[in-house]
Every structure is written in structure tokens, then in C-alpha cells.
């Protein structure tokens, strides 16, 4: 049988993550009155553990793959960089032919995508990216599910992102390949997603604009993203905070969108540079729903990964 890794969205493709987002959604809906450690009824994935190795720090990603394998009727071990035989040099390679005889499943939290793409060539359980500095899959599964929440179906979709060219839109950019949505792009010069992920997307029919015109990629948009401009460990912040300061998402922006557009970000979020804390705490903000949506995400995700869906 074929391993199911999780290292990207085209790693499931269409057919699947529609199957993820229509999954998540009902065991969203199934599970509203229960406690939020009771397992769901039918405990898919009783008696099956997940190692989860964190190299970067998280809040989101580990609170929600944890609690996701306990309402799946499964558990999770962490593994830190500081506290484990990879902080010491063990390979990549090494780790994951380890805990293949070990756990079900792999999550890991990393930098450099060749790590976890060496992890899942190695290891003989499926293998999750919970981020890379190339992608963010599992975050865009929360935001498609969240969209979709908000009763926007995604074929023809417009989506208008704002500031760094980073890995959670890359990840945006192949969603809209697998799934046809469209993709208004504003970074500033210098600061542009990668090519290949544009490429991908309007070889797929996707339209993608790249601007450097913050209220031309707002207009009609039906979804506003952004995210920190600052990613963990990135240096010259000041010149980089300088160059993304007419990106803001701010009240003036989201006026260019559309009446019910919503605004995302994946957090954490530094309110007073991407986004104004007007935006933020405005009613059109879902950024909490996103959050949560982590969980019933990372429950779809697992059961693909693990021949469950």
C-alpha cells in the first residue's frame, strides 16, 4: 500500500481535500455540545499515536494535532529539537525509521522543506508537514474550511493577500490549482511568492495577480489574508518592515473589498503592522474560527494519511 505523506496539497489533490473539508465539517457540527476532550463517537483512530517533532516553535499546530488525535480516540507524543537525539546530531533519516516502529504517523515542524521531504522518503508511517519554510498545507486546510463556513463556495472565489511572498501563500497558491479559485497578489517589489507556485496555479486555470498596488488587489475581493510580515529567525527586520508598511490590512483596504468579505490571518499576529487592530477585532475578522478550524482540520488530514478517508 501506497504511504500517504502530507508534505503538500497536490500530495492529496482535488478529489481528496474536498473530502477532507466536507469530513471536517461534519465532525465540526457532530461534536458542537461536547467537551472538547471527549472523543468523537465513532474513535476513528483508537489506539494509534502520533509523533509530533517541533524544531520551530508553535502554539496552534501543537495545541491542535494534540488535541486532534485525542477527539480521533488516539494520542500524540512531542519530540523538541532541544530535548531529542535530533538536537544532537542524529539524521533526519535515522529519526524517522525510529519512529515509524514507533508511531502511526509523523507530524513535523521544521525549516528547510528538504528535511521533511528526506523524513518521508525514510520513514514507513505517513509523514505530515506542520511547516516548512516552502509551505504551510495543513494551515490552508483551516482557512479553506473557514471560507467555506462563510457559506463562499471557492470555484471563482477571489482571494487578495498582503505583504511577504512566504510559505503560507504558496500554500494558498496551490489550493487555488487544486480547487479554481482566483488569487490577487500584493507584495511589494522584491517580496514575491516563489514562481513556480504562481506557475502552477494559472497553468491550472487559476488567475493570479501579482501588484504592487495594495487597494487594486483589494478590490471586490470576497477574502482578505495576511500574516506576520517577520517569520521566525528571518533577519533585517527593519528594512522589511519598512518595504511591507503600505501592505497594512487596515480599515481604508478592507473598504475596497467586498460588503461581506471576511479577513483571515493564520497568527500570530503583530496588530499595529499587517493588520490594524480595528480590522482585527472587527466583525468581519474570522481569525479565531481559523484557529479553531485547526483542530477539525488536522483530524481530516490524519484520517486521509492513515487510509481512514
Not at 498582503?162 to 504558496?170: E, I, R, T, Y
Not at 490549482?177 to 517589489?189: E, I
Request: proline share 3%; with cysteine.
Amino acid at each position: 500500500m501506497t504511504i500517504r505523506h502530507f508534505l503538500d496539497l497536490s500530495d492529496a489533490g482535488t478529489d481528496a481535500l474536498a473530502t477532507m473539508l466536507g469530513d471536517a465539517h461534519e465532525r465540526k457540527i457532530a461534536r458542537v455540545s461536547s467537551p472538547k476532550g471527549k472523543a468523537d463517537s465513532d474513535k476513528p483512530l483508537e489506539g494509534h499515536v502520533l509523533a509530533m517533532i517541533f524544531e520551530k516553535n508553535s502554539t496552534r499546530t501543537r495545541v491542535s494535532f494534540d488535541m486532534a488525535m485525542r477527539q480521533l480516540g488516539g494520542s500524540a507524543v512531542i519530540l523538541e529539537a532541544g530535548t531529542s537525539q535530533l538536537g544532537r546530531g542524529e539524521s533526519i533519516a535515522d529519526t524517522a525509521r525510529v519512529l515509524s516502529r514507533m508511531a502511526d504517523a509523523i507530524m513535523i515542524r521544521t525549516g528547510d522543506h528538504a528535511k521533511i521531504e528526506e523524513m518521508a522518503r525514510f520513514a514507513t508511517v505517513p509523514v505530515i508537514n506542520g511547516l516548512t519554510d516552502r509551505s504551510h498545507p495543513c494551515q490552508i486546510v483551516a482557512d479553506l474550511l473557514t471560507i467555506l463556513e462563510n457559506k463562499k463556495p471557492l470555484p471563482g472565489l477571489e482571494v487578495a493577500w498582503f505583504g511577504d511572498g512566504n510559505n503560507v501563500l504558496h500554500s494558498i497558491l496551490e489550493a487555488a490549482a487544486l480547487l479554481k479559485f482566483n488569487v490577487r497578489v500584493a507584495t511589494p517589489l522584491g517580496y514575491e511568492p516563489e514562481q513556480e507556485f504562481v506557475d502552477m496555479a494559472r497553468a491550472a486555470g487559476a488567475r493570479i495577480d501579482l501588484t504592487s498596488d495594495a487597494q487594486e488587489a483589494a478590490g471586490g475581493a470576497d477574502v482578505i489574508i495576511t500574516d506576520t510580515w517577520i517569520s521566525m529567525g528571518q533577519t533585517n527586520a527593519e528594512d522589511k518592515l519598512a518595504a511591507m508598511a503600505p501592505f497594512q490590512v487596515n480599515e481604508a483596504l478592507m473598504a475596497h473589498a467586498k460588503d461581506d468579505a471576511i479577513f483571515l490571518h493564520c497568527l500570530p499576529a503583530h496588530v499595529g503592522d499587517e493588520v490594524s487592530e480595528a480590522v482585527f477585532e472587527s466583525a468581519q475578522s474570522r481569525v479565531f474560527d481559523e484557529a479553531e478550524n485547526r483542530i477539525h482540520a488536522q483530524k481530516s488530514i490524519l484520517l486521509w494519511a492513515l487510509g481512514k478517508l
